[in-house]
């Protein structure tokens, strides 16, 4: 305290002056607009610039936490994206060449094992023969037979179906039945002991049909079961809809349907 | 005596002698400052300090400039000391000293009114124009104004005090 006011004293003269000026200064900028206003904007961006720093260094400080937030945001999605990728969803690419035709299952198959489903609409509707059959996205048979008002489909449900797919969108193409047991699951038979089949893995359909397009999910996987000594094992697949009970379908051809299939023929014997 | 005097300045330039400017704003002369001037060397630093800002007050309250010459006026007084201090004598100054021409010398007046009036007129310049744009325009007149002032100082001086006439005050 005794220190202060030896300061204090030892500087008097600059404090009164200071002072002085510091009331002089308040009396010009009370009546003068043009120094007050001067006066504002300076205090204005000081404390702007000091706010701003303030803000700075707390977004610094903070930085560890909000990375910490958004690495936790950046898990969900990816977890989000990976599970919608599981689901999947095939949509038109009018670009991939494929017309599709809406149309509602009015006899779903009843679990026996060569069982048809019947839709509408059939010829009316321009629908023909080997058009692909889809559900809210997901492969699940195919025409065999058209009328005039309804078409009867070959679901995956039956085990006089084969199907052309992998498992991911890159695995070897192996077919997928239906063993006739169980109308949870489906299997991909003749699947080389090397391919990775993990569980939840989406399997595909490989566009070697020439039914669907390749990348159309139609699955995922439930197990994997290999026998002793074999170079090959067997999936079990879990379709993505339940075939018994959809609604809704969706019916795909080719544009080019008749070219693929007169180019897909064997060449005639020479 | 030194009150006195600074009243009467102020006064006097308030009403009279603002207008005794033959080249506009080139030559705004401060009369007051003379009063200002006339404060003994030898008084204190709060003394010059405090009779600056009275000026510059009683300035502001009869021209209605609210705060310019306070400002100005409390600068000059807060550098008074220090102009006094360089400007003194190798010896210092005498106790019986005045800041008169006939005790101090003519350049001793000349330099102190010089410089005194160059600050005021400064720190005037500074708060009347206020913005960092319009300061160098007004640097000139600015200087040419304390030129004026220091002139003005030195009629007084040799109307009232003359070299030869024993000082009084």
């Given at each position: ?127 023909t023969v080997g ?31 084969t199907?052309s ?42 566009g070697f049909d020439l039914l ?42 080719n544009?080019s349907d008749s070219e693929r299939a007169v180019l897909s023929q064997p060449l005639p014997e020479p | ?169």
């Amino acid at each position: 305290m005794r220190n202060l006011g030896l300061l204090l004293q030892r500087n008097a003269f600059l404090l009164t002056f200071l002072l002085l000026l510091g009331v002089s200064f308040g009396v010009l900028v009370r009546h003068d607009g043009s120094a007050r206003s001067s006066w504002f904007r300076a205090a204005g961006g000081l404390a702007a610039g000091v706010e701003g720093q303030q803000q700075q260094w707390r977004d610094y400080l903070e930085l560890a936490e909000k990375n910490a937030a958004l690495a936790e945001q950046n898990a969900q999605l990816r977890s989000q994206l990976l599970s919608m990728e599981r689901e999947g969803s095939w949509y038109l690419d009018d670009g991939l060449g494929w017309n599709v035709t809406t149309g509602m299952l009015i006899k779903g198959p009843d679990g026996l094992a060569r069982s048809m489903a019947l839709g509408t609409p059939g010829t009316d509707g321009g629908l023909t023969v080997g058009m692909g059959v889809l559900s809210n996205g997901v492969a699940i048979g195919t025409i065999v037979d058209v009328g005039e008002r309804y078409s009867r489909i070959l679901p995956m449900l039956n085990t006089a179906g084969t199907w052309s797919c992998r498992v991911g969108r890159t695995g070897p193409v192996v077919p997928l039945q239906w063993e006739g047991r169980n109308a949870d699951r489906l299997t991909l038979s003749d699947v080389p002991r090397y391919t990775r089949a993990e569980v939840g893995d989406t399997v595909f359909t490989s566009g070697f049909d020439l039914l669907f397009p390749d990348g159309i999910p139609v699955g995922t996987v439930h197990s994997s079961h290999q026998s002793g000594g074999s170079d090959f094992k067997s999936v079990s697949v879990v379709p993505l809809v339940d075939i018994t009970s959809v609604r809704h379908l969706e019916y795909i051809r080719n544009r080019s349907d008749s070219e693929r299939a007169v180019l897909s023929q064997p060449l005639p014997e020479p | 005596m030194t009150l006195a005097r600074l009243a009467l300045m102020v006064v006097l330039q308030a009403i009279l002698l603002e207008s005794v400017a033959p080249f506009g704003e080139w030559t705004r002369p401060q009369w007051a400052l003379w009063a200002l001037f006339m404060v003994p060397p030898q008084a204190g630093a709060f003394t010059k300090l405090g009779a600056g800002f009275l000026m510059g007050l009683g300035l502001d309250l009869m021209m209605g400039t609210y705060g310019h010459h306070m400002v100005a006026g409390t600068v000059l007084g807060g550098a008074l000391p220090g102009l006094h201090r360089i400007l003194a004598p190798r010896d210092g100054y005498e106790v019986t000293q005045k800041p008169t021409l006939r005790d101090l010398g003519f350049q001793w007046v000349l330099v102190l009114s010089l410089l005194g009036a160059a600050v005021f007129h400064l720190a005037l310049m500074l708060v009347d124009t206020w913005h960092a744009h319009l300061m160098p325009g007004a640097l000139l007149p600015a200087l040419t104004s304390a030129v004026w002032t220091a002139c003005c100082c030195l009629l007084l001086h040799l109307l009232i005090v003359p070299p030869g006439r024993k000082t009084n005050g």
